[in-house]
């Protein structure tokens, strides 16, 4: 791939992995919309390692905090984020593991334009309807485990397949019970961190064993350039929500769910 089209990949991964639109599709969508050939999952996972960083920048203080919690296990002052902390462990479980399992099954994973569309679609409304009908009344503070765990097995569906949107699916299902968007944004990045983590180290490790060096130097500067696009998409992001709510994500869903009716899946059917 050239430098450019890499940039533009990072563009797209960085701004789309943070806004609930699914950066899955949109990078699934990439080569359709400029021509080229498919990136694939291992340059896709080097990418989330670069929004990886952004969100440990981001919130740095909640990932110390939580880190102080386990390393100053007696400490009552670290209760709360310690708990935090066992929450996300085990909220991030079935993401894990089904997306363990989505990996050996389908390697190169979902692609198919008609399932974008339709979870575009599907998940944008579902989104839509919890950000408005759902008062704003619940903080991260004062979740359950009950409650981490439903955001956790919400999680676990993009895992499955493009266009859900990890950070949308998560945040609607805390929408859903009422948390405030800015809490139910905190905790969705955090629990983003281990799933991505983990598909991230694991693409690495294979580009280590397949010996690409070609591909290695892309991967990195995909990363690379991902990094300053998704911190820029989170502070775009936290600065946005209470002012405009998830409205603007929603509308943007439907028109893309349309527009790729029109342009690919009608014009496939003839």
């Known amino acids: 791939m050239s430098h450019l089209y890499i940039l533009v990949l990072s563009a797209i991964q960085g701004l789309t ?46 990932v110390l905090e939580i880190a102080l919690g386990f390393l100053k296990w007696r400490d009552p002052k670290r209760g709360q984020a310690r708990r935090l902390g066992i929450f996300i462990a085990l ?22 334009v008609t399932v974008i569309a339709a979870t575009t679609l599907i998940f944008g409304l579902a989104m839509g309807y919890a950000d408005k009908k759902h008062p704003e009344k619940e903080g991260v503070e004062g979740m359950s485990l009950r ?53 991230a180290a694991l693409s690495f490790w294979e580009l280590y064993k397949s ?17 300053f696009f998704g911190l820029g998409a989170i502070y775009l992001l936290i600065r946005w929500l209470n002012r405009f709510g998830l409205m603007p994500y929603v509308v943007y869903r439907i028109l893309l769910s349309f527009y790729l009716l029109v342009k690919f899946i009608i014009p496939g059917l003839k």
């Open 211 to 227: 010996h690409d060096a070609v591909m290695l130097h892309e991967g990195m500067l995909a990363a690379f350039f991902t990094f």
């Open 147 to 199: 409650q981490a765990m439903i955001i956790g097995c919400a999680q676990a569906l993009a895992a499955m397949m493009p266009g859900v949107s990890r950070s949308g699916i998560t945040m609607t299902a805390a929408r859903f019970m009422d948390f405030r968007r800015i809490d139910a944004a905190r905790f969705s990045f955090l629990l983003g961190m281990p799933a991505t983590a983990a598909a």
């Open 17 to 62: 992995e943070f806004l609930p639109v699914s950066s899955s599709a949109h990078l699934a969508l990439a080569p359709r919309f400029f021509g080229e050939k498919d990136q694939g999952q291992i340059i896709d996972a080097a990418m989330h390692l670069g929004t990886l960083l952004a969100a440990l920048i981001y919130y740095r203080q909640d």
């Open 91 to 112: 909220a991030s479980l079935p993401a894990l593991a089904l997306g363990f399992i989505v990996h050996l099954l389908i390697p190169e994973g979902i692609r198919s």
